[in-house]
């Protein structure tokens, strides 16, 4: 099927060496399309994915082809007939259409019915138009998430279909097909035999998509990830905090959205750490947020804002006033006092025992000097300069 109007090349041709290579198959009598991720969310408007490439070359003869025009090549998976190819500072993967049918039409509709999802398996060549032969568009168009025939089939295919369906549901469904959601739920099971790794890549994916709160609930209303991870105290809190971001327009956290849902402890939040993938840093931040006990009293003023910005630092006291206003219907109150913390410095003692010590400072009594002067500079708001601190100290002692 060909849609003109849905798709621009320009949102698939983004260099040169993706033109050229299309130009070389041309040349050596293949076709070469686009399908998956590049054509999908080129249609929905999205920031592209990674370009996944489709020919009716046998992976010889792309090599063959690759070989006369002096490109190199490796093949990367021989089982799923797949090659890559360097083209100037850029790789791809190109795959061969496994059918043997002489029919061409017929080769890349055995192709989309190898796919998971109907969203996932339009294509399109260089010249923009689009090849749709599952209703891929129209389900895309009205945020329908389901497989293609055989729910069950398509499932055994690749049990990792199970979390994609669920990704997909998180980033664009809003009509989810109950017989593959069903089909899912009956072969939960499966994902036993999934590497952890790449559950965890999507539970993360999930986590950070528009419609996560609906999928997470699938997800944990059904069960699917019992042998992994237990089910969050609130989801709904995650909406609010959406709701809230989105409202007042700063960029998502995965930091925030786990501590939200989950509200852990520290040990939790080292478990939680591991399961969505997180960096070392963004863990540490997850722990420290909660060690971090804080109420809506520490934000009243300047002082009471300065004194937790020295304690806690700047990310921390950002993400606690945000998940503590999860109910607020006063935004503007919100974004007022988050606009405080955005350009507030965080304090630092300016007073170091070596500057107290070039002073005559005794040494054996240096640390009740510097605990002191710290003790009464955050009690004032941690505003002190160090000359006030060193006239301090000299009242003082």
């Not at 490796?74 to 790789?91: R, S």
């Not at 469904?173 to 036993?192: E, T, V, W």
């Amino acid at each position: 099927m060909f849609h003109p109007e849905y798709i621009d090349p320009k949102k698939l041709i983004t260099n040169g060496d993706i033109l050229k290579l299309f130009q070389l198959v041309e040349k050596h009598g293949g076709v070469l399309r686009f399908v998956g991720g590049a054509v999908r969310d080129a249609i929905a408007g999205i920031e592209r994915s990674d370009i996944d490439l489709v020919t009716d070359m046998s992976p010889a003869e792309f090599s063959d082809m690759c070989l006369d025009e002096g490109l190199k090549c490796v093949p990367i998976g021989i089982q799923f007939f797949t090659t890559g190819v360097i083209i100037g500072d850029n790789f791809f993967k190109v795959t061969s259409l496994s059918s043997d049918d002489e029919n061409s039409k017929d080769e890349w509709k055995k192709d989309a019915a190898k796919r998971d999802l109907t969203i996932n398996a339009v294509y399109a060549d260089d010249k923009g138009n689009v090849f749709d032969y599952y209703n891929g568009i129209k389900d895309l168009e009205q945020g329908n998430i389901k497989f293609i025939g055989s729910p069950q089939e398509t499932i055994e295919a690749d049990y990792i279909r199970i979390m994609r369906f669920f990704r997909f549901c998180a980033m664009f469904g809003k009509n989810i097909d109950p017989k593959s959601l069903k089909a899912c739920i009956d072969n939960k099971d499966l994902l036993h035999k999934v590497s952890l790794e790449k559950i965890k890549e999507e539970l993360f994916k999930i986590l950070m998509a528009p419609y996560a709160v609906t999928s997470l609930k699938l997800i944990f209303d059904n069960g699917i990830l019992d042998f992994l991870i237990a089910p969050p105290k609130s989801i709904d809190n995650l909406g609010k905090l959406c709701v809230l971001v989105d409202k007042i327009g700063i960029s998502k956290s995965v930091i925030r959205r786990i501590f939200v849902m989950f509200e852990p402890d520290t040990k939790r939040a080292g478990r939680l750490a591991d399961i969505f993938r997180l960096t070392r840093d963004q863990k540490e931040h997850l722990i420290e947020l909660c060690k971090a006990r804080l109420s809506l009293n520490d934000f009243k003023n300047d002082v009471s804002i300065n004194q937790i910005l020295f304690k806690f630092g700047k990310e921390i006291c950002i993400d606690k006033w945000l998940c503590l206003n999860l109910d607020t219907v006063d935004v503007s109150s919100v974004t007022s006092t988050l606009n405080t913390l955005y350009k507030k410095s965080v304090p630092i003692f300016p007073l170091t025992g070596k500057y107290l010590l070039s002073l005559g400072a005794d040494a054996k009594l240096l640390g009740l000097y510097l605990d002191s002067l710290k003790k009464d500079w955050y009690e004032n708001g941690c505003v002190a300069s160090r000359d006030e601190l060193v006239q301090k100290y000299r009242e003082i002692f």
